[in-house]
């Protein structure tokens, strides 16, 4: 059965299940189980937030991480603490557990599977909410399939730790489905606003003319998941400021305090660090 449709839109509505074509506008005639694949698979399939380890925040240089210290955005170490580091976008795990927290992502019930592409050195054992799996070593892209526990109704955790000794890998998905399935590739700004909801510095710098104490707020780049907990990362040694600290902070920003003495102008600079991670 063929229609001609110059709404491709329309046509996805019409496909349903079945296989047609579809003629646009007289021109070429493609499968419209190709055309609804390709329109209707949604965007931002990986449930992982920085896969690729790209955004780093914190400027971790690598290495070992404790018990619940994050190194790369979004990236933990677990139970015992982990040993990680990056190159050219690949990852070597060398021991330990390395954890993303998803934020309620209605899992409970359903299909997962968890893939890397490249891994090297031995097998990747995997847990999700306490089910296990192994992404076996391969050259492609490889993964374990889970079925997330029904109860795991809130937060899902994602924990890989080398199955026996270091190994090396990259691009990190979890995605519905028993298949792993190519990367995707998010824009970097995308992918860098998706972790500052949890983790997100920000980089400050006035000038007063009066010697004193005052505070300033300064607004987030975006809204953060919860009031975080934040800190002055980076304050400088700078001519008149005798003291600065953080005096509150809410989903939309943070207040820094701070005190001047001396004559004339003073300029200052400075960056926070708010942290709202699971």
């Not at 509505?13 to 003629?23: F, I, K, P, S």
Request: aromatic share 8%.
């Amino acid at each position: 059965m063929a229609k001609k449709i110059s709404d491709l839109a329309a046509a996805v509505a019409l496909a349903g299940t079945e296989l047609m074509e579809v003629v646009q506008g007289g021109g070429n005639v493609r499968s419209a189980a190709s055309q609804v694949a390709a329109l209707s698979t949604p965007g931002l399939k990986n449930y992982l937030i920085n896969g690729d380890f790209a955004i780093n925040q914190r400027a971790f240089a690598g290495g070992a991480l404790a018990a619940g210290v994050y190194g790369f955005d979004r990236w933990k170490a677990g139970t015992g603490g982990c040993n990680i580091s990056l190159s050219a976008g690949v990852l070597t795990h060398t021991s330990g557990p390395l954890v993303q927290v998803i934020e309620a992502p209605n899992l409970a019930g359903k299909t997962i599977t968890v893939s890397v592409d490249g891994l090297s050195g031995g097998n990747l054992a995997v847990n999700v909410e306490g089910v296990a799996g192994v992404i076996v070593a391969s050259a492609g892209r490889s993964g374990a399939s889970i079925a997330v526990p029904g109860t795991s109704t809130g937060n899902v955790t994602v924990t890989l730790t080398p199955a026996s000794g270091a190994v090396t890998y990259k691009r990190v998905q979890v995605e519905l489905g028993s298949a792993a399935t190519a990367f995707e590739w998010r824009p970097a700004n995308i992918e860098r606003s998706m972790c500052e909801r949890y983790y997100q510095l920000v980089n400050a710098s006035f000038q007063y003319p009066f010697s004193g104490t005052a505070i300033s707020f300064f607004f987030f780049h975006n809204k953060m998941r919860a009031t975080p907990s934040s800190t002055i990362t980076n304050a400088g040694a700078q001519a008149g400021l005798t003291s600065v600290g953080v005096n509150s902070s809410t989903t939309d920003g943070v207040a820094v305090q701070y005190t001047l003495s001396g004559t004339g102008g003073y300029a200052v600079g400075l960056q926070t660090g708010s942290d709202a991670e699971l």
